[in-house]
Structures are given as C-alpha cells and as structure tokens.
C-alpha cells in the first residue's frame, strides 16, 4: 500500500485527473474539492488544514482552464500559487510532506532540446504565470516539498484532448489538429503512482529529496500525431468512429485565447535517476485510457 508511512494522507481536489487516480490509490485517504473545501478562499483552505492536521498534502487542485486564465487572473493566482504557497507554509510548520504539480507551460517553448529543470523560463500565457508563481512559493518555502512538472494529463473520462478528440470522432467526418506542438501526453494514474513510488522512497532517504523533478510518460509526440493514434487505437478497441481523415494544421491557423508553447518536451531523467521514477510510454497510457473510455460507455 502507497504512503504506509503517513497517518492522515490529504488529497487535494477531488474530481480532478489526477486527484481521482490519487484518491484510487491512497484508499486511506481524506479527499477535498471545491464542493468540499474552496482552496481559492484562503481562510476556508486554512481552517481546514487546522481542523484535519494532514501529515501529508496530495496537491492535484489547480486552475487548469488555460485560455479562460487569460481574463482571470486573480483566481488563477488564488489557486495556482497563493493556496500552494499556505500547504507549503503549513507543511513548514508541522513537518506535514508536500506533493505539488507544475506545467510545461512555465517554457516558452523555443528549440527542439527537452527542457530540463533549470532551464530558464518564461511562459506564454496567464495560466504559465500562475503556475510559476505556484513553484516559487513552494520551492522557496523550507518544508519537504516534492514538485512535479508534468505535460498533456490525460485519461479515459475526464475534460481532455483524449476524450474531446474522441467525442469529435464519433460524429465529424474531417478533424483538424495542430501538429506543431510537440510534448509528452501523461496518463494521469501513471503519474499519480509514480509520484506516490517517488514520495515513499523519498521517505527511506536521510535527507528528503525535496525540489523540482520532471515526470511524464516516455515518448514525444505531436497534438497531430495524437490524436491519429488515439483514433486507430479506438477503433482497434471495437470503438464506432465517423471520422475519415485527420488534417494537420499549424498553431498559427487554430487560434486561442492563450498563446500555446511548440515545444513541450520535458526531459524526466532527473526523476528517473535521483527517485527511480519509471514512467511507462504515452502508448500504453493511450491504451488503458481508451479502454476507460470504452467502459464508461458499456
Ligand atoms: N491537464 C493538463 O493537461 C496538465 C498539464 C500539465 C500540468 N498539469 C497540472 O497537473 C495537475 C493536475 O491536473 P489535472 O489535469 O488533474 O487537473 P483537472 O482535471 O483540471 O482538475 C483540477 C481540479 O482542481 C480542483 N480545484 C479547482 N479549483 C478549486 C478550488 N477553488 N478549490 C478546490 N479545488 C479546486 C477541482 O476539483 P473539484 O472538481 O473537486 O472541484 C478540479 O477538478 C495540476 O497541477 C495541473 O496544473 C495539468
């Protein structure tokens, strides 16, 4: 069983990805969302931290709406970096372990190279801001924090490339799909379970091994390239698709609010070294989550 160490395990929004793939995981634990615990209202997120005592924090709430950040900034600053900033302050406090997750949108993704953790960034839109205000709260805080910068979450129900490009594919015959954008899609339970495998032997270590690693399944791929495999993948699956062709598009004729970096490729080699990480490859999360999709379906 995952963080056997812990006595009260607190997992942080709920009906997210990743924070269903925790809450699947760590059966013991106490798990919020914003039905539960607004983490966006300071006071509320507090009084909570007070009340529950968690001895560790499962970060997996965020801001995710990347274009509507553009106009909302203040909420994805509340979310993204001032509630991050008060776990890490708690966990300064009381000894409690940090678990938190930042983007590749932190990059302004330029050149082909994987990022690597100290490269320099910059991000291009609002939501990058907000997360990277996130990572500075946590990382400049002194409890044991452990951040992951991961890429393109994904899995078989929730509001995702995945599920979208399969909702298109079941009634549009013709999709468009940028194949300019190049990263790591990341299956959200092979995420979850290996930040857990990291924090438990991050546990075994004299000194924790607190900082900024990269995890994200292995393999590069476009948006393009994606989204045709998802679909052969689905059909190999018994799925019933309408869709005939998928066309490639660049970035510069799909426009959206917020400006999307080209190169999203994280390098995770840090991770796989120093916490004995072992991400699978986007393939095989593609597989177990189109038959996550099949089966809400059945
Ligand atoms: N999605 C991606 O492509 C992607 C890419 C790179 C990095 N990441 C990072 O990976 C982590 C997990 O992302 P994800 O894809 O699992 O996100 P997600 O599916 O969008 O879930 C985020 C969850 O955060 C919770 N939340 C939002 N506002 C809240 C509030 N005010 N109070 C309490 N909870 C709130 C919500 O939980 P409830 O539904 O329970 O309210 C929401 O479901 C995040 O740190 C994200 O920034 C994601």
């Given at each position: 069983?995952?963080?056997?160490?812990f006595?009260?395990?607190?997992?942080?929004?709920?009906?997210?990805?990743?924070?269903?793939?925790?809450?699947?995981?760590?059966?013991?634990?106490?798990?919020?969302?914003?039905?539960?615990?607004?983490?966006?209202?300071?006071?509320?997120?507090?009084?909570?931290?007070?009340?529950?005592?968690p001895?560790?924090?499962?970060?997996?709430?965020?801001?995710?709406a990347?274009?509507?950040?553009?106009?909302?900034?203040?909420?994805?600053?509340?979310?993204?970096?001032?509630?991050?900033?008060?776990?890490?302050?708690?966990?300064?406090?009381?000894?409690?372990?940090?678990?938190?997750?930042?983007?590749?949108?932190?990059f302004?993704?330029?050149?082909?190279?994987?990022?690597?953790?100290?490269d320099?960034?910059?991000?291009?839109?609002?939501?990058?801001?907000?997360?990277?205000?996130?990572?500075?709260?946590?990382?400049?805080?002194?409890?044991?924090?452990?951040?992951?910068?991961?890429?393109?979450?994904?899995?078989?129900?929730?509001?995702?490339?995945?599920?979208?490009?399969?909702?298109?594919?079941?009634?549009?015959?013709?999709?468009?799909?940028?194949?300019?954008?190049?990263?790591?899609?990341?299956?959200?339970?092979?995420?979850?379970?290996?930040?857990?495998?990291?924090?438990?032997?991050?546990?075994?270590?004299?000194?924790?091994?607190?900082?900024?690693?990269?995890?994200?399944?292995?393999?590069?791929?476009?948006?393009?390239?994606?989204?045709?495999?998802?679909?052969n993948?689905?059909?190999?699956?018994g799925?019933?698709?309408?869709?005939?062709?998928?066309?490639?598009?660049?970035?510069?004729?799909?426009?959206?609010?917020?400006?999307?970096?080209?190169?999203?490729?994280?390098?995770?080699?840090?991770a796989?070294?120093?916490?004995k990480?072992?991400?699978?490859?986007?393939?095989?999360?593609?597989?177990?989550?189109?038959?996550?999709?099949?089966?809400?379906?059945?």
């Open positions: 069983m995952f963080l056997s160490a006595k009260k395990p607190l997992v942080v929004g709920a009906h997210g990805q990743l924070a269903r793939a925790f809450a699947l995981l760590v059966p013991q634990a106490e798990v919020i969302g914003s039905d539960s615990v607004n983490i966006a209202d300071g006071a509320a997120l507090s009084a909570f931290l007070t009340r529950y005592q001895d560790v924090i499962l970060n997996a709430a965020a801001y995710t990347v274009d509507a950040a553009e106009d909302d900034m203040t909420r994805a600053i509340a979310i993204n970096s001032a509630a991050p900033l008060m776990m890490a302050e708690y966990g300064e406090k009381t000894g409690a372990k940090l678990v938190h997750f930042s983007t590749d949108y932190v302004d993704g330029s050149g082909t190279r994987p990022w690597q953790e100290d320099h960034t910059s991000p291009l839109n609002a939501y990058g801001v907000s997360k990277l205000s996130g990572e500075y709260a946590v990382l400049t805080s002194a409890a044991d924090v452990l951040l992951f910068r991961t890429s393109w979450v994904f899995d078989g129900v929730g509001k995702n490339f995945l599920t979208t490009i399969l909702r298109h594919a079941e009634t549009k015959e013709t999709l468009n799909v940028v194949n300019d954008q190049i990263g790591a899609p990341t299956y959200a339970p092979h995420l979850a379970r290996e930040a857990l495998r990291a924090l438990d032997g991050a546990m075994q270590e004299e000194i924790f091994p607190s900082g900024m690693y990269h995890l994200c399944n292995e393999g590069f791929v476009s948006w393009y390239d994606f989204a045709v495999a998802l679909i993948e689905a059909r190999a699956q799925a019933t698709l309408a869709v005939k062709e998928v066309r490639p598009i660049s970035s510069a004729d799909y426009i959206t609010k917020a400006t999307r970096p080209k190169n999203s490729r994280l390098d995770s080699s840090k796989k070294t120093l916490l990480t072992q991400m699978p490859a986007w393939e095989q999360g593609m597989k177990e989550a189109i038959s996550e999709w099949m089966n809400a379906r059945r």
